[in-house]
């Protein structure tokens, strides 16, 4: 089991105290940069190095009157360094210190949200192992097709996942990057080199162009990452919200001692996690459209993008991680029923080989139309009286003048519905 984390750590990465520590992280790299360049004496640099820091309370202060947070910011840092902190935010513009430190804080919250994903992702492998020939049913439109088996549902799980776990790398990738560009991104007050080198520093890839933001198709990206992945956690829920009907009841959340389910009836065992998961994925799915529309600015900038990510960055990784979490507990303590599973594969009297029974009479040459037909007649006449459907085939005398009783034996097995595990579970690369 890979080591927890706890949640105050996501948390931190949003933290205001965070947000100004990653600022200041790409004020010293810049100011590295331009004393590589010779622009900040050595000097100068040195005390930047080891007086800047700042005081969140006091930045809240002056930022009640300049009413500009970057300002109120850099005012804060200059106490601390003192005349050497002219050189601070040197040629540079406010989007430059702000998208660059998003870059890091976005950075830094997708490779937590990595390390749920593979946790994740394991304990799904894990049940699609251990459940690999349990049969159970398949259903299309909620009602029963042909048998499946409990594993194979996980096994589709971990496939989903590995994809959004590629999906999350290149997330995470897309938005690493940072500008030092100045006003409208054109370079007039600093060299180009600056934001190479500054970037290197702080672990970023310059980006190719910008004007004065780092461009929101990026953002966009990322936001749907995260939508993405709480729908597949909302996919696993619902099934697991489905198998926990009571007359379904093939599986269920773990139901802890002492844990309530109804105010009203001591009997109730509510699927409550996964119905919580349904209801984040929704808000997740909302913040990603915010990000589409920030997208589209004024020109070269507005801030109409600003007051939306303050909200919808931290919102929406701190609950994905939540969900994540949440997730590889409740998948990990399942309560699975195979019998019950088994007992609904045969619910419906052998109905579930009709397929495999119209496959039959078609090996012995009758036409597709004819062999529906009397295999359908059958099957009707077992959902309306719920005789056996092997009785009724074996009963029906034009069937049974087409085909033998070792075919009907052969028809009638489960092993079918298992034989190519192995192939699919080897494809999605589960041993």
Not at 110 to 130: M, P, T
Not at 212 to 223: A, G, P
Not at 313 to 323: E, G, K, N, R
Not at 381 to 387: D, F, L, M, P
Request: proline share 2%; charged share 30%.
């Amino acid at each position: 089991m890979i080591e927890r984390y706890t949640r105050k750590e996501m948390g931190n990465v949003w933290d205001i105290e965070n947000r100004f520590r990653s600022m200041l992280n790409v004020e010293i790299a810049a100011c590295k940069a331009m004393n590589k360049l010779g622009i900040i004496p050595d000097e100068d640099l040195k005390n930047i190095v080891e007086k800047a820091d700042f005081d969140v309370d006091r930045i809240l202060e002056i930022e009640a009157t300049t009413k500009h947070d970057v300002i109120a910011f850099l005012t804060n840092v200059s106490e601390y360094v003192g005349p050497s902190a002219r050189f601070i935010h040197f040629g540079m513009t406010s989007s430059d210190v702000l998208d660059t430190a998003t870059a890091l804080q976005m950075k830094e919250a997708g490779e937590l949200i990595l390390k749920d994903l593979e946790e994740f992702s394991e304990v799904l492998k894990r049940k699609a192992v251990k459940y690999k020939e349990t049969l159970c049913i398949g259903r299309s439109h909620g009602i029963h097709a042909e048998p499946i088996t409990f594993g194979f549902k996980f096994a589709l799980y971990y496939d989903e996942m590995q994809r959004n776990i590629k999906r999350m790398k290149d997330a995470i990738k897309s938005v690493s990057v940072g500008q030092i560009s100045g006003a409208v991104g054109n370079y007039v007050h600093l060299s180009p080199k600056v934001e190479e080198i500054a970037c290197g520093i702080l672990e970023l890839k310059p980006v190719n162009i910008s004007t004065q933001v780092i461009q929101r198709d990026r953002h966009s990206e990322f936001l749907s990452t995260l939508a993405i992945i709480a729908s597949t956690i909302e996919k696993v829920a619902l099934e697991i919200r489905h198998l926990q009907r009571t007359e379904v009841l093939e599986a269920e959340e773990n139901f802890s001692k002492g844990q309530k389910g109804s105010s009203a009836m001591p009997h109730k065992r509510n699927p409550i996690v996964s119905e919580q998961m349904c209801g984040l994925a929704r808000l997740i799915r909302s913040n990603a459209m915010a990000a589409f529309e920030n997208n589209a600015l004024w020109h070269e900038r507005d801030i109409s993008h600003s007051s939306v990510e303050r909200v919808i960055l931290p919102d929406s990784t701190i609950l994905v991680d939540y969900m994540l979490n949440k997730m590889i507990k409740l998948v990990d303590n399942l309560l699975v029923y195979p019998e019950k599973m088994m007992a609904d594969v045969e619910l419906t009297n052998g109905l579930i080989f009709s397929q495999v029974f119209l496959l039959k009479l078609a090996e012995r040459g009758i036409s597709r139309e004819k062999s529906y037909a009397m295999v359908q007649r059958n099957a009707m006449e077992c959902w309306k009286t719920k005789v056996s459907f092997k009785k009724l085939i074996l009963a029906d005398e034009e069937i049974m003048s087409l085909i033998t009783k070792d075919d009907i034996e052969e028809v009638f097995s489960y092993d079918r519905y298992t034989k190519n595990m192995d192939f699919i579970y080897k494809r999605i690369g589960i041993s």
